[in-house]
């Protein structure tokens, strides 16, 4: 990770963000093959692919990857009140880690008359509505460095979400077993976004396309390829809303896990 922060060429915030009052400065390690913040994403220049450390703590999220960056905030600096609006984060949640930080960094959240004030602690993994108004102020003397990671979510990451805990909350008992330090996995596989959203509600075909070509990162083209066929047959010719046909999709990919659970099992037994 070291060798990332320090060995590449930071991005000055663009004039759009500029105007905002987002002043952060960006080292990039998935990038858009289109516009900022719009699919499909890619590893950018390798980075991902010569971080095992970095995705290893993706793969612990669930979920695939949007826009990942390291985002910079020099001393005295400040990023002004502003709101994610635009339709990119209808989908998607971003992730905060504190790589660098100081005591005197502090996040603040929320609407008018309940804002909340947080200093985010180094190693520790934070989400809030971004939709309400945030800014952050450092009058520090170091910068202050997050990992960013924007997902959309998964089965494996809410749950990460349920027992985690919320800001002001009572501490929840410990997890048994208790947690243990990440363990770097050279072999970790992340699914970075392959669709722009607003082909994905063109229809079935386009859909197929991005899940297949999304699994195929994980190593699982031939499960998406046989679910993907089966759902487009299913919902064909039928008046569905979108709602219903992603319910149905929802309801073949749990069959099947189910049946490839069983499967799994009986060779187990039989071995």
């Not at 996040?107 to 309940?114: I, S, V």
């Not at 002001?168 to 970075?192: F, I, Q, W």
């Amino acid at each position: 990770m070291e060798s990332l922060l320090h060995g590449i060429d930071w991005e000055q915030a663009s004039e759009a963000n500029a105007e905002q009052g987002v002043v952060s400065r960006h080292l990039r390690l998935t990038q858009s093959l289109g516009k900022d913040l719009e699919g499909p994403f890619e590893d950018a220049e390798g980075r991902l692919a010569r971080s095992p450390y970095i995705r290893t703590i993706l793969a612990q999220m669930g979920g695939v990857v949007g826009n990942v960056a390291f985002m910079s905030l020099e001393p005295g600096g400040i990023v002004d009140t502003h709101f994610d609006l635009n339709k990119y984060w209808d989908a998607r949640v971003r992730v905060h880690i504190p790589i660098r930080t100081n005591k005197k960094v502090r996040f603040f959240c929320g609407q008018r008359d309940e804002i909340r004030r947080l200093n985010m602690k180094r190693g520790k993994a934070y989400i809030f509505d971004n939709h309400l108004g945030h800014r952050v102020e450092n009058k520090g003397k170091s910068s202050r460095i997050h990992l960013v990671v924007d997902l959309v979510g998964s089965r494996k990451f809410w749950a990460l979400v349920a027992r985690s805990r919320a800001l002001g909350s009572v501490a929840k008992p410990a997890p048994d077993p208790p947690p243990t330090l990440l363990e770097v996995a050279p072999d970790s596989k992340v699914a970075v976004e392959a669709w722009r959203d607003v082909d994905i509600k063109n229809g079935c075909k386009t859909l197929r396309g991005a899940l297949v070509e999304t699994a195929a990162q994980l190593g699982l083209k031939a499960e998406a390829e046989d679910l993907s066929s089966a759902w487009c047959a299913a919902i064909e010719g039928r008046k569905m809303t979108r709602m219903e046909e992603l319910r149905e999709l929802r309801r073949l990919a749990a069959r099947a896990c189910c049946s490839a659970g069983t499967a799994a099992a009986t060779r187990g037994t039989i071995g």
